[in-house]
């Protein structure tokens, strides 16, 4: 399988021309590196997101700082990362964020890989022209367009306001550089989507904005989270069916699932106030307070109305801990 995925490469007419570049594309395609992680069977997140996980990860400053997709590295107790010149080093998870959904790691030897320059992500419009870079150098790297900028919400209690979505996809996404074409970082990949495209449906990646990284990366750096308050967490997996929200999901021993929330709740109301979708839900519950504060839910069941109150909580409590150096 290893083999197989280092072998494989996108068709000439999808990879980025040389001869079309203005930047240094060499060192835009080097400064994206492998990343493998293994994950403790009793950790946290082992079920959902297993114990062996593999993706991208972007060199974003000299002393080889890695800013990656932070579900790759969740609870890692072992993180290897390797150059495109095939050189690899052990590193360590450093923080990560759930609010953004960006990780940082931190190599433990000399990778050998450069530094890519950071963008602005905010002056990304639809339609322009953009690059999904891979470790493997250009065999690896898509040419892609930027097909929406809007608001994304995932069941994990999680909403960016405004996500990049390109396409192509790229089918290695987790942490793949989304790079412009002046050479600089935008964004990294999160996820393989399908998105509606001149009434044709077709997959993308949905890819977090690089401008969501500056407010929040002195306090991950030293403290290996944002230095902020920590929303509330219900430990809930919603999803949207035919206009309700209906619970699929349940993080054991979580707050919800402590308070008596059942799989196949409908979700109506979050502290009195009607909710419609994923996002209005998440944000209704991040208005009550930060973590730890009570949130009411009603709920309808088996045709009643059920309401329970629900004692949330950090969900870095849940989880083990990056290793600071």
């Known amino acids: 399988m290893a083999d197989a995925l280092r072998n494989w490469s996108f068709p000439v007419e999808l990879q980025p021309d040389p001869d079309d570049i203005e930047f240094d594309l060499p060192r835009v395609l080097d400064a994206v590196v492998g990343l493998r992680a293994e994950v403790p069977e009793d950790a946290f997140t082992a079920s959902i997101l297993g114990t062996e ?72 419009a639809v339609g322009d022209d953009v690059y999904l870079v891979g470790h493997g150098g250009r065999h690896h790297a898509l040419k892609a367009d930027v097909i929406a900028r809007r608001e994304f919400a995932g069941y994990w209690e999680y909403v960016l306001d405004e996500a990049i979505y390109t396409a192509p996809a790229h089918p290695q996404w987790s942490g793949a550089a989304l790079v412009g074409t002046d050479g600089r970082l935008l964004g990294i990949a999160s996820l393989l989507v399908e998105e509606s495209v001149d009434g044709k449906q077709v997959q993308g990646n949905m890819v977090v904005p690089i401008d969501l990284l500056d407010p929040i990366l002195e306090g991950m750096m030293r403290l290996g989270r944002p230095d902020r308050a920590a929303r509330p967490w219900l430990g809930l997996y919603t999803a949207e069916s035919d206009g309700q929200l209906v619970v699929g999901g349940l993080a054991t021993n979580g707050p919800a699932d402590s308070a008596g929330v059942k799989l196949g709740d409908l979700v109506v109301e979050v502290a009195g106030r009607p909710v419609g979708s994923l996002a209005q839900m998440f944000r209704s519950v991040w208005a009550v307070g930060a973590a730890g504060v009570e949130v009411p839910l009603t709920l309808a069941r088996k045709g009643s109305v059920v309401r329970v109150r629900v004692r949330s909580a950090d969900r870095y409590d849940f989880m083990r801990k990056p290793r600071l150096h």
């Open 53 to 124: 996980r593999a993706g991208n990860g972007v060199v974003i400053r000299d002393d080889g700082l890695v800013l990656t997709i932070g579900y790759l590295i969740t609870e890692a107790e072992s993180i290897w990362l390797t150059a495109n010149s095939g050189h690899a080093v052990p590193a360590t998870a450093l923080a990560f964020d759930f609010a953004t959904g960006f990780g940082l790691v931190q190599p433990l030897g000399q990778l050998g890989a450069p530094a890519i320059a950071r963008g602005v992500s905010a002056g990304l």
